[in-house]
């Protein structure tokens, strides 16, 4: 099975900053990778497939890279409706195992 | 738009049963394979179980094979999941969510529903 591993946990930030969020596959999986957001009491959205590309409604200030084993979300210029829970996930196989998760908080 | 609507969620004894339901609007349902996920609290997603357009092929992980049934009823554009032998650990949060058009990410998910499995 292909685990993914996300860093970090939890993410602290203020409105306007850069951050990251890194993802690391157990085996190389390409570019099938993919970023979801989720709120509380919301349905989860996907912000990022196929490594890199940005789905049609997604802010610009979302953007993906990476390929093969080691993967990045990164947001710049946080705005507040950006906090909530990201999750990676792998659709090289039909098992689409997730990463454990990145919350990010308001500083 | 697309919508998913989750139903079905409640709380169940050990050992109960459960079917939860997704009704889909927006989209041409019978052309899109269909997927559960669920988050129990504090945890990440899992990944639980995919159904083809057709309904032909199913697919489950190892965690709920054998007590989980995906279906689908295109007549209807509803989505299943017959849950049986719940056990604690299926306490969570149940999404539906559907393919994309590329099969390589589920471009659009419910809110979820709620099962809690308690006794």
Known sequence: DIQMTQSPSSLSASIGDRVTITCRASHTIGAYLNWYQVKPGTAPKVVIYGASTLPSGVPSRFSGSGSGTDFTLAINGLHPEDFATYFCQHSYNTLYTFGQGTKLEMK | EVQLVESGGALVQPGGSLRLSC???????????????????????????HISGDGATTFYVDAVRGRFTISRDNSNNTLYLQMSSLRSDDTAMYYCTKDSERGDHFDYWGQGTLVTVSS
């Open chain 2, 23 to 49: 009704s889909a609007s927006g989209f041409r349902f019978r052309n899109s394979a269909m997927h559960w996920v669920r988050r129990a609290p504090g945890k990440s997603l899992e990944y639980l179980s």
